[in-house]
Nanobody, 117 residues
Framework: QVQLVESGGGLVQPGGSLRLSCVAS????????MPWSWHRQSPGKQRDLV?????????KYAASVKGRFTISRDNAKSTVYLQMNGLKSEDTADYYC?????????WGQGTQVTVSS
């Protein structure tokens, strides 16, 4: 079984920055060959893809965050990060990491990000 634990969420003023982390633990060989992604969900809305990173390090971003957010990974630590700069009120949501495993996909429990003055 694989567990994902996110951290780094919180309250930040507009224009501020946060760095989210998601660490994988449990029984698996290595996350280095697995893609990761970050998603977010606001109350009453569907969960949307924010950013993704392949095992080779190729990244993709939603148009709404491109140029402000950066996804990265540390295979040695089985961790994926989401650096969020220039935060806006519309970035307020619960953020979830996702690991694309060999047999199934795994989700973290979510971390809340609130952008407000």
């Amino acid at each position: 079984q694989v567990q994902l634990v996110e951290s780094g969420g919180g309250l930040v003023q507009p224009g501020g920055s946060l760095r989210l982390s998601c660490v994988a633990s449990g029984r698996f060989l290595s996350t280095s060959v697995m893609p990761w992604s970050w998603h977010r969900q606001s109350p009453g809305k569907q969960r949307d893809l924010v950013a993704s990173i392949t095992s080779g390090g190729d990244t993709k971003y939603a148009a709404s965050v491109k140029g402000r957010f950066t996804i990265s990974r540390d295979n040695a630590k089985s961790t994926v990060y989401l650096q969020m700069n220039g935060l806006k009120s519309e970035d307020t949501a619960d953020y979830y990491c996702k690991l694309f495993g060999e047999i199934r996909n795994y989700w973290g429990q979510g971390t809340q990000v609130t952008v407000s003055s």
